[in-house]
């Protein structure tokens, strides 16, 4: 099931789609390169990715992700795909979690994608702009590992509202409503709460371990893991629960 699910994918807008938000994150970064490197950064290269990454996890990652949600969603709707799929001696529930599976795998590979854009960047940089500062290769996979996991919540709940909603304006407007306040419930003690700004918390604290104007914010792992694991499968059930059915 989960290899037909992502033969239905295969050609889709998609997979060019994950590389839009990287690129063009990674593209502003390198291009105020010289900024980073003065005496307010103590690690230039850790807080130039930290610096880019702002915009990326608050807003163009979740923005990325609602689309894909829907586009994986639209597939099935289209000339009742769905119903004929559901028609086939299969497993509702399962059927339900390859598709997150395969929303997760999307998630995953932007990352990723992320990742090598930023550092063949910055290997380029260090060529062309004679930078002495090596590339902290094994910080860059650290963060990129905590944005993966503070965005599953999230994702479970894009994912939700995507399976609640059948038209694709309404899960778009939603998710699109509920990404915009995250830098302010960020700032407040109800970020617990919010998914939609988890990632952006994250890349918020690591922010001030580069400079030295900024206090020291550390990321809380508790109480947010028990916060983040309520939501994840609090609203993956009920993506799995009402998946399939007339909304």
Not at 77 to 97: C, D, I
Not at 105 to 121: D, G, H, K, R, S
Not at 137 to 145: F, K, M, N, R, W
Request: aromatic content about 16%; some cysteine.
């Amino acid at each position: 099931m989960l290899a037909i699910e992502f033969k239905k994918i295969k050609r889709s807008w998609i997979i060019p789609l994950i590389f839009v938000a990287p690129i063009l994150v990674v593209a502003t970064g390198v291009a105020s390169l010289s900024s980073y490197f003065t005496p307010e950064y103590t690690n230039a290269w850790s807080a130039m990715f930290i610096q880019s990454a702002l915009v990326y996890a608050y807003y163009l990652l979740p923005l990325s992700m609602i689309v894909v949600c829907v586009m994986i969603s639209a597939r099935e709707t289209q000339n009742n795909g769905l119903l004929k799929m559901l028609a086939l001696p299969v497993s509702r529930k399962k059927l339900a979690l390859c598709k997150y599976a395969v929303v997760v795998f999307f998630l995953f590979m932007e990352i990723v994608v992320f990742f090598i854009v930023f550092t063949i960047a910055g290997f380029i940089a260090i060529k062309t702009k004679n930078v002495n500062e090596a590339l902290p290769l094994g910080y860059l996979l650290s963060c990129c590992v905590k944005l993966f996991l503070t965005m599953l919540p999230v994702t479970a709940v894009m994912w939700a509202i995507t399976t609640l909603f059948e038209r694709p304006l309404l899960s778009i407007g939603l998710n699109f409503l509920l990404v915009i306040p995250g830098v302010l419930v960020a700032n407040t003690g109800a970020w617990l709460c919010y998914p939609y700004c988890y990632s952006g918390y994250l890349v918020s604290c690591s922010l001030h371990e580069f400079t030295e104007t900024a206090g020291n914010t550390p990321f809380q792992i508790f109480p947010f893991i028990a916060y983040a694991i309520v939501i994840f499968f609090g609203f993956l059930w009920i993506s799995v629960k009402k998946f399939g059915y007339k909304r």
